[in-house]
């Protein structure tokens, strides 16, 4: 079977759904429930319409596009990503998936192939944690991994609840409804720009993803006691900032202690009270990331790290609590997916990597209901997040080609 795919296609309508924007091009933003991101939503849905494909979206605002396979009581083989876009970002990161999601199928479809099990295509809502302050939430919510009742009490930065922004972007009924049965879907497969410079140093044009790392964050609040900065003699402090600063570097040492290049730690968020060069800290809140592909091992360099703090505080006469955030576990891409994304490479002549994901995607979560795996395509510089992110037309062809190709072995 050849399969061709319309690359230009996909990066004109790339192009028109960068327009659904709030900010100027070439700067992304779509936040989901607004109106650039409605806007976008309905125009995805004219083109899976457009297709043949049949469409509908759940309480949340997650959108199916379904090709009915001969087996209409089969699980399906579903692919797809996400279209909402943090501030000023840019027009690959997830729409790649969906848009290169879409062309696999209509390549599929031109090609007089019949799939056995339906096809579908997902474009899940919010991935990014821009409004709610969690990501993936679409994914989360389809694999149960977020109940209704833990939905109902998130809000945005507004304090608005879940429920009323989803109302009023159309999207009502429970949210318990969300869930998705067991068996849905047979396999999920998502294409995705890698967001890092691997494939483009390398020179290689598919990653094929074994491993997605699980995040976890942890909140730490410091306090010591503060004072001015000339009068209190130094044996005498028990000033937040120093507690915080060893904490931050306890957590580099234990991230490299584990010898796996794949355990990264970070200390991105340090709020220091009351902030004046002429004042000693009294109060420091720290937000740490914690990343691996192996749950063991993440959740051996977060309880150290527990412990830490509570030796610090005792060594430094500070109080010190912290609070695990959310800890997701990581996933492992399921074998036969990969191997079908493998044999599709093969079998289009392309040259691939395994790698592992070391940002979190939807897959995470889809990993858990359905045997499910990635595939990367290069990106320019491996930038993403930014209005310069870019991937080559020739790549994002090579990357649906492949996808397709797997779509259809699975869906056989
Ligand atoms: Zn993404």
Known sequence: MRIDIDAARIVSELETLATFSDTEPPAVTRIVYTHADQRARAWLKEQCIAAGLSVREDALGNLFAR????????????????????PHSGRYDGTTGVLGGLEAIRALRRCGFTPRRPIELLAFISEEPTRFGLGCLGSRMLAGSLTAEEAADL????????????????FSGSLSTVKLPAQYYSSFIELHIEQGPILEKENVPIGVVTHIAGPAALRVLIEGEGGHAGAVLMPQRRDAFLGAAEIALALEADALSTGSEDTVGTCGLVDVFPGLSNSIPSRVRLELDIRDTLLSRRDAVLHHLEKQCRDIAAK?????????????DPAGCDPTVTTALVRACDAEGLAYWRMVSRAYHDSL?????????????????????????FAAPEDIANGARVLARTLAALAS
Do not use: Y
């Not at 809000?155 to 159309?170: E, F, I, W």
């Not at 430094?316 to 997701?328: E, F, P, Y």
């Not at 979560?365 to 930014?386: E, Q, Y």
């Open 365 to 389: 979560f889809m990993s858990r209901i359905a045997p499910t795996a990635m595939l990367f395509i290069p990106c320019k510089n491996g930038v993403s997040h930014r209005p310069d992110e």
């Open 67 to 86: 090709w009915q396979g001969s087996e209409v009581s089969a699980g399906a083989v579903g692919t797809g990503s996400h279209i909402d876009a943090i």
């Open 155 to 170: 809000r945005d930065r507004d304090d608005q609840s879940l429920d009323t922004v989803r109302n009023a972007a159309h």
């Open 316 to 328: 430094r006469k500070l109080r010190i609590r912290s609070t695990v955030l959310h800890a997701d």
